[in-house]
């Protein structure tokens, strides 16, 4: 029977962060990925607080050397139109961390595994979790399908699931929170050719409020003069009794003239994807001898691009805490989850950004309202989260509530019982190529 110290399950950023750092800290690892890499993946913007992790992951030689877009703020267009002044992060942080990359998720996870594999990690693609394994209360292993169909187990004192949505511990023990306010599904589709600032503005995500204010769409500049475009908003207003994905996208576009003038020059070359994501949480990081990290753990809105932050982050916390545990001889849920109440904090700050947006809040009234915390705005922004400081702003965007309007409700166990109906999350390619 195979044994290791620690079974990683799943390859994406989160599940190449954990075990890479555990590599570096000299545990034996073994990430095993269902899928063979490079695949496709939505989430292509990466925010300037990933600078710390990659970092540590000896990744920033390799992106620098890519041919990703370089990021260096974020736009935002309200539902008239009018567009706002770029948030530059050098502005906010005069250092190397504040300009980031727009990157292709197929290649940019295909460059973290394969950097997991450079230092140390035992990568098995192709490789099919069956089941995570119990003695009692602590997970010991994994069962799994090998490429060929073989069946076999492999035994670790720690599992660290990084599964993605499919979230195996999270759905075996019923873990799932599902968030009261956050209810929300994306179509897309990629444009070549279409309008794209230049200069230091070349690679700004911007966020392009549509113009009922029902949603939003990202506009992403990537490589090859490609642009990933998006349309998000509740899950009932994108999905339920509209036509087919092209159709309600393209009405969408029709809708919102600041989208729709700035892809006329360009050339749809894929077709629409159609993502249902429910923004949901886990009820615990860990457990005896489990750990859960990335999408495994939660999901909450594409609006500020956090969702590799999160899940570096996520798989940075735990793999020092599964470190710690390893030389201390300490493997308790206690251990394994000591960062959970911090990353959670971390992640509460996030949402309630997003959902002021949601709410309509107003980046422009804000800062002319409150231009000294224009820069801690811009924190939150560039996922500056872990910390207390960027809490002064959460007063001063109350006071600019419309009278009779309540507080964002929290992310809590009592989320009304229709959030969690229709529990999927589904990727469609009605038609064309993967990009």
Aim: net charge neutral.
């Amino acid at each position: 029977m195979n044994t290791t110290d620690v079974i990683v399950i799943g390859g994406g950023p989160a599940g190449s962060t954990a075990s890479t750092l555990l590599a570096q800290h000299g545990l034996r690892v073994m990430l095993l990925e269902r899928e063979r890499f490079p695949r496709f993946h939505i989430g292509e913007s990466l925010i300037p607080e990933t600078y710390w992790v990659l970092q540590r992951l000896k990744m920033l030689d390799k992106l620098r050397k890519s041919h990703f877009v370089k990021k260096f703020s974020v736009q935002f267009v309200n539902a008239n139109g009018k567009l706002s002044a770029p948030f530059y992060f050098h502005d906010n942080k005069p250092h190397e961390c504040s300009q980031t990359w727009q990157v292709v998720r197929s290649e940019f996870d295909l460059m973290m595994l394969r950097n997991a594999q450079e230092q140390g990690v035992d990568v098995h693609e192709s490789t099919r979790v069956l089941d995570v394994l119990f003695e009692g209360e602590r997970a010991v292993g994994v069962r799994i399908q090998k490429e060929n169909g073989a069946v076999q187990e492999v035994r670790a004192r720690v599992v660290v699931d990084a599964s993605g949505q499919s979230a195996m511990l999270q759905n075996r023990f019923k873990l799932r929170l599902w968030d009261p306010v956050l209810n929300k599904g994306a179509i897309w589709t990629y444009w070549q050719g279409a309008y794209r600032d230049t200069g230091r503005d070349e690679g700004a995500t911007i966020v392009i409020q549509t113009p009922s204010k029902q949603g939003w769409f990202w506009y992403i500049p990537l490589p090859d003069d490609i642009m990933s475009v998006g349309v998000v908003a509740p899950f009932d207003y994108l999905f339920k009794g509209r036509g087919p994905h092209e159709q309600t996208y393209l009405e969408e576009v029709e809708r919102c003239p600041a989208v729709k003038d700035r892809i006329a020059p360009g050339k749809r070359i894929t077709g629409y994807f159609a993502t249902k994501d429910y923004s949901y949480r886990s009820k615990q990081v860990a457990g005896e001898g489990w750990v859960l990290i990335g999408d495994a753990f939660g999901f909450l809105d594409p609006l500020y691009s956090s969702g590799v932050l999160l899940a570096l982050t996520s798989g940075e916390l735990a793999a020092d805490a599964i470190a710690e545990g390893f030389q201390n001889n300490d493997l308790s849920s206690g251990q394994l989850g000591k960062w959970g109440d911090s990353f959670n904090q971390g992640v509460d700050r996030m949402r309630r950004l997003v959902c002021e947006y949601y709410d309509g809040f107003s980046f422009g009234k804000f800062v002319r309202n409150y231009p000294h915390l224009k820069n801690t705005v811009t924190d939150l922004l560039i996922g500056d989260l872990f910390t207390d400081r960027v809490d002064a702003v959460w007063q001063p965007m109350e006071s600019l509530y419309e009278p009779g309007k309540k507080p964002i409700p929290a992310w809590t166990a009592d989320a009304p019982p229709e959030v969690a109906a229709n529990k999927v999350n589904e990727l469609f390619l009605p038609e064309g190529r993967r990009p």
